[in-house]
């Protein structure tokens, strides 16, 4: 295993799944902390639990604060589901006035609409999160494109050199011309790869 783990954070109140990467070198009570940046529920009102991906119903409640995470067998793909132990959060939508008890309701469409909500604040993490993630995966791909495109480079510029070797009797002009059409192919094939990857990232910004 190596020095990170990639656990997939969930909540009782979002209604999404936030995947990230922890380093095994760190405490319950560290996860806790930065835990509490992605779901909103403070480090010291919060419980954590352990679950299967393939079985949510198996669950390892962690309680030892100081434990590190390279001690608790942890697996790339596990759930870790944060409990608010303060109780169910009231969001805003239902407030009462101190002055006379009366009962004020707002709207899911008025609420949706501001945007200093725990709502509006929990899409803006979904979103973040998404993006954070897609980040990870083209940045994998493009190093993977870039290696590729440096193997095909090279085997073309060989398959040129080869070419011009193994006919020296052909006339100078069509020897040149062949040597063109021979280094113009892969800077087509590169500007084609590129075009490629350009469309992914600009259909990974509209997720």
Known sequence: ?????ELSVTTDEQEFNC?????L???VGELKKRVELLVGVPYNAMSLELRQQDDITRRNLLVDDSATLNMLSLTNGMILHVRDERGPNVLGEEIFSPADGTKFE??????????NTVRAWLKEQKLKCHQDY??????????????KLRVRYTSNQAFGLAFTMIIPSVKTTAQWMVTVILSVLPIMEVLSDLSSLAKKLRKSEHL
Not at 106 to 115: C, F, I, M, R
């Open 1 to 5: 295993m190596g020095s990170y783990v």
């Open 106 to 115: 707002l709207s899911d469409e008025k609420y949706n609409q501001k945007t």
């Open 25 to 27: 070198s760190i405490t």
């Open 19 to 23: 995947v990230r990467r922890f380093p």
């Open 134 to 147: 897609s980040a990870d995966n083209e940045s994998d791909r493009s190093e993977e494109l870039a290696s």
